[in-house]
């Protein structure tokens, strides 16, 4: 490894299927920072203006896996995206077991990430806040198999292409 790599570029090196969580800590940066200097190819981003399209777009998907990261718990959710409404300043998902307020404003970027991890590919669209740190993930969902779930691939390039053109 050369020397004159920086800590990230470091650490990105060293543990490339890493959670990106993890590669933030291992680097001292945030886990936006490691989003943007990922490998090319590996995630699209746009804006977090939209917020709520993206969100009700996912919902014809099917199971998916919320995931919120807090660096001491990860929490997991298995269960298609709800419908929402915009309230108060928040996106209010009203489903079971999928139920919350999300914060619009606090969204700065959206990404649509590519990438392998543990061993296999995943398909991820992520949100992040202004300060750099990631709100919460939604990974396509799964079969026993590990396979990702008929039409869910198609789906997200779908939306990733989409909205990478606006």
Same mark, same amino acid.
């Given at each position: 490894?050369?020397?004159?790599?920086?800590?990230? *570029? $470091? *650490?990105?090196?060293?543990?490339?299927? *890493?959670?990106?969580?993890?590669?933030?800590?291992?680097?001292? $940066? &945030?886990?936006?920072?490691?989003?943007?200097?990922?490998?090319?190819?590996?995630?699209?981003?746009?804006?977090?203006?939209?917020?709520?399209?993206?969100?009700?777009?996912?919902? &014809?998907?099917?199971?998916?896996?919320?995931?919120?990261? =807090?660096?001491?718990?990860?929490?997991?959710?298995?269960?298609?995206?709800?419908?929402?409404?915009?309230?108060?300043?928040?996106?209010?998902?009203?489903?079971?077991?999928?139920?919350?307020?999300?914060?619009?404003?606090?969204?700065? =970027?959206?990404?649509?990430? &590519?990438?392998?991890?543990?061993?296999?590919?995943?398909?991820s669209v992520q949100f992040?806040?202004?300060?750099?740190?990631?709100?919460?993930?939604?990974?396509?969902?799964?079969?026993?198999?590990?396979?990702?779930?008929?039409?869910?691939?198609?789906?997200?390039?779908?939306?990733?292409?989409?909205?990478? *053109?606006?």
């Amino acid at each position: 490894m050369p020397a004159d790599l920086s800590p990230l *570029a $470091t *650490a990105i090196a060293e543990m490339p299927m *890493a959670p990106l969580e993890e590669i933030a800590r291992k680097a001292g $940066t &945030s886990v936006a920072d490691v989003l943007q200097s990922l490998p090319k190819g590996t995630a699209t981003c746009i804006s977090g203006s939209h917020f709520i399209e993206v969100m009700q777009a996912m919902r &014809s998907w099917g199971e998916v896996t919320f995931i919120v990261n =807090t660096g001491n718990v990860v929490l997991e959710v298995k269960a298609p995206i709800p419908d929402g409404t915009e309230g108060r300043g928040y996106y209010n998902l009203s489903g079971k077991p999928l139920h919350g307020h999300l914060k619009l404003d606090a969204c700065e =970027t959206i990404a649509f990430v &590519s990438r392998e991890m543990m061993g296999r590919l995943g398909h991820s669209v992520q949100f992040y806040a202004f300060d750099g740190s990631c709100m919460f993930k939604i990974y396509l969902g799964r079969d026993n198999a590990g396979a990702f779930l008929p039409g869910q691939e198609q789906a997200f390039a779908a939306l990733r292409d989409q909205m990478a *053109a606006t």
